[in-house]
């Protein structure tokens, strides 16, 4: 069983704003998830929960603000340009550097992300899926790889893979195209994906997107085994409230790029602010 450590600092934003053009996507945010905890970002639709994971992995660079990984400072930035003029939120002035990392840095760095649409190589079978993303963590390119260069870290490749697969469930699959595995083997091969890059983060943006109750339930048991299987820390985005509500340590609540609460599951589902955040969605809808 992995020994949570509380306190030890896993990912850590500080003052993030994301700002496109005129539009404040994530405003001022600070968020901190601590080694092997699960920690859920919450918010209505457009709330910005995506944009904040796509600043974390390196897809965007915030507009002001800073991300630390394990106590690092891995990305910071401040407006410039026509930025200086349009910027529209807090700590203008507060961060000097330009720190940025791409998405294959920071995978390597122990940051793994799964994705709100699915993103696997569809053609390909289920074992080439998770043998490119192991290849995404190492030196060894498609060239090496495909033709054997290295033959040892290769033959390790291949066996981490298959055992990565049978440790999820999918060993049987192996062989199969991954476009033809059912919704919610598809999700898990997705998993697969990012354990495969060997993450001591995991990001999960809505894991449970088209899944029905029982299928929900399967996940956030199987969030949880391999939470302790992988020694993960887990960050996720989720709509199912059960889901969040069952799974989480901590929770994160935003709403127009803002944080409005944090707390554990209990205070966050009594939270006034939450509840009007979420029915004056559903109201508008
Ligand atoms: N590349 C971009 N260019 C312009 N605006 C963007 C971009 N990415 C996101 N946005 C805007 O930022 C806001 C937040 O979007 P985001 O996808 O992060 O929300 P979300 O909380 O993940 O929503 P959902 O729960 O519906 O997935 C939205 O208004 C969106 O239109």
Redesign the pocket.
């Known amino acids: 069983m992995h020994e949570n450590v509380k306190g030890e600092s896993m990912l850590r934003l500080e003052n993030v704003t994301?700002q496109?053009?005129g539009?404040v996507?994530?405003n001022n945010l600070s968020m901190e998830v601590n080694k092997g905890e699960i920690v859920s970002l919450i918010?209505?639709?457009?709330?910005?929960?995506?944009?904040?994971?796509?600043v974390i992995t390196g897809v965007?660079a915030p507009t002001n603000g800073a991300v630390y990984f394990k106590g690092e400072k891995i990305i910071e930035n401040y407006p410039k340009g026509k930025m200086r003029k349009l910027y529209a939120s807090e700590n203008y002035g507060k961060y000097k550097n330009t720190i940025e990392k791409t998405p294959d840095q920071i995978t390597k760095l122990g940051v793994a992300r799964t994705f709100?649409n699915i993103r696997l190589f569809k053609e390909l079978s289920v074992f080439e899926n998770v043998l490119i993303a192991k290849h995404m963590r190492q030196r060894a390119n498609l060239f090496s790889a495909t033709f054997m260069i290295n033959y040892a870290e290769e033959k390790k490749n291949r066996e981490d893979c298959m055992r990565l697969l049978e440790i999820l469930g999918l060993a049987d699959l192996k062989d199969e195209v991954a476009s033809s595995l059912p919704y919610g083997k598809q999700r898990r091969l997705e998993i697969a994906r990012a354990l495969a890059t060997s993450p001591e983060l995991l990001l999960l943006?809505?894991p449970a997107a088209g899944m029905n109750p029982q299928e929900t339930m399967e996940l956030t048991q199987f969030i949880r085994r391999i939470k302790d299987d992988f020694k993960l820390t887990v960050f996720l985005?989720e709509?199912h409230m059960n889901l969040v509500m069952d799974i989480s340590d901590r929770i994160y609540v935003?709403d127009f790029?803002k944080e409005i609460a944090t707390g554990i599951p209990a205070e966050i589902q009594n939270n006034p602010r939450v509840i009007e955040a979420y029915l004056g969605v559903s109201g508008d809808e």
Do not use: L, R
């Open positions: 994301m496109f053009g539009v996507s994530v918010g209505p639709n457009g709330a910005g929960k995506t944009t904040a994971f796509n965007y709100q943006d809505e985005i709509h935003i790029g």
